[in-house]
Nanobody
Framework: QVHLVESGGGLVQAGGSLRLSCAAS????????MGWYRQAPGKQRELVAT???????NYADSVKGRFTTTRDNAKNTVYLQMNSLKPEDTAVYYC???????????????WGRGTLVTVSS
């Protein structure tokens, strides 16, 4: 099994910053991609940012220029640095990983339980 554990959420004022972390553990041969999604109350889950094992990134238009995702492949950890936060960034942020548990297994998509980010105006 593979587990993802997020940390770093909390309450912040508009214009402030937060850094989320997500560590993967368990049976991991390699991690193809990691990323962040979010779900605001009453809305569907949406992509925030993704990063491949090679470091290529992709961001939602709404966070470009404000959020940065990085990863430490040696630690199987992905980070999301969130700057200039806005009230509309309030959501539960979920970590996602596309994992190869072993060299002979198929790809596995794994989700964390989420961490709440609240941005006050």
């Amino acid at each position: 099994q593979v587990h993802l554990v997020e940390s770093g959420g909390g309450l912040v004022q508009a214009g402030g910053s937060l850094r989320l972390s997500c560590a993967a553990s368990g049976s991991i041969f390699s991690i193809k991609a990691m990323g962040w999604y979010r779900q605001a109350p009453g809305k569907q889950r949406e992509l925030v940012a993704t990063i491949t094992s090679g470091g290529s990134t992709n961001y939602a238009d709404s966070v470009k220029g404000r959020f940065t995702t990085t990863r430490d492949n040696a630690k199987n950890t992905v980070y999301l640095q969130m700057n200039s936060l806005k009230p509309e960034d309030t959501a539960v942020y979920y970590c996602n990983a596309v994992v190869l548990p072993s060299m002979s297994s198929g790809v596995l998509e794994v989700w964390g339980r989420g961490t709440l980010v609240t941005v006050s105006s």
